[in-house]
């Protein structure tokens, strides 16, 4: 049987265990990515970053990636159509603090695959294979690539593509196994990634539809993949990642996840100021689903002005929570200074997908 716990390593680069938090457009912020990597994830992936800053001006952005010193390793995400920017851009990636450079070929949203980038590369193999070598030969860094399982239903072009990058050295590969046409329906075929890992010889993350322990290992076990990838699971769950690395259960008391949710309060704010109000609103619901009365406070907290407001709000809701804040606030001073970041001036896709 698997265990969930052991290393293994893309490109040089180890990795403690097989869990890898999933990289997420308007969620997998720093605070997200932390978080992960506390409750187990052996890797842990920023949102998607356009390669071409001219390309896409006029789209709208989350603002830019921040790296911090604990977050490692950490794979940073780029998309584009074009080879010389993403080569560009793969280098800002690395000067920024990334351990692997992570390709997007799974991205489905339209703004995306209509300029030839995102799922469309999945179609357009000597497109995919220019943009990943690229990549490649401009940097130090293992290159990694995630992929959809094609365009239309029941496309299984990836398992074609992936022998390909892996040639044009890709050194590991993830798999989402839904169609690009799905969206987020149907289910993740996970046979296709038991395929995909006979194909290749460098390791294979399975994407989609894991959310606990069993299921984890069940997808380890029946595809031979190197590691699992949590998405949506771990969105407010963080409890999911730790019963997955076998470390406690899935569950949390109201306390719980009230002062980890502060605490994700505290953070996210440190990395967006103001605007963290507004990005925070999906969150409450995340956390809260499942804890009595949470209902009624989350109408308060949506209405918030401020995140300081918000964190009066959960407190009067759950005054048992305020000891264990106090444990978070120790810890969050010894976070360090914000300006100790290094920011990455490329920006955040709020197209992301995948
Ligand atoms: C809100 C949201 C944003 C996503 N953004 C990205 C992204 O920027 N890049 C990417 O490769 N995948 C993205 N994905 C796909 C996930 O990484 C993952 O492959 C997918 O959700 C299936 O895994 P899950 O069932 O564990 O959620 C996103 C998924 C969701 C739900």
Redesign the pocket.
Known sequence: MADMTEAWSIGGVEIPSRIVL???????VQAFRRQGRRFGAGLV?S??VSSCGLQHRNERTLGYLRIAADEHPLAV?I?GSDPGPMAEAAQMVVAAGADIV?I?F??PVRKVTKTGAGASALEDHELACALAGAVVDAVDVPVSV?MRRGLRNGSRTALELGPKLEARGVASL?L?P?SAQQM?TGT?DHSLTAELVERVGIPVIA?????DRAGAQRVLDETGAAAV???????GRPWALREMAGAGGPDADPAEVVSELIRFMREVEREMGERAVGFLRKFYGWYLRGTPGAKAIRGVLVTCATVAEAERALLEFCPEARPLVAVHEAELELLGDIDADSLLELPI?IY???
């Open positions: 999933a990289p997420m457009a308007g969620v997998s992936c949102e998607m995400q998309f992570d997007n799974g991205c995630k993830t989402h839904r987020y993740a994407s989609g539809d894991i959310g990838m949590v998405g949506r699971g771990a969105q896709s992301g997908g995948g």
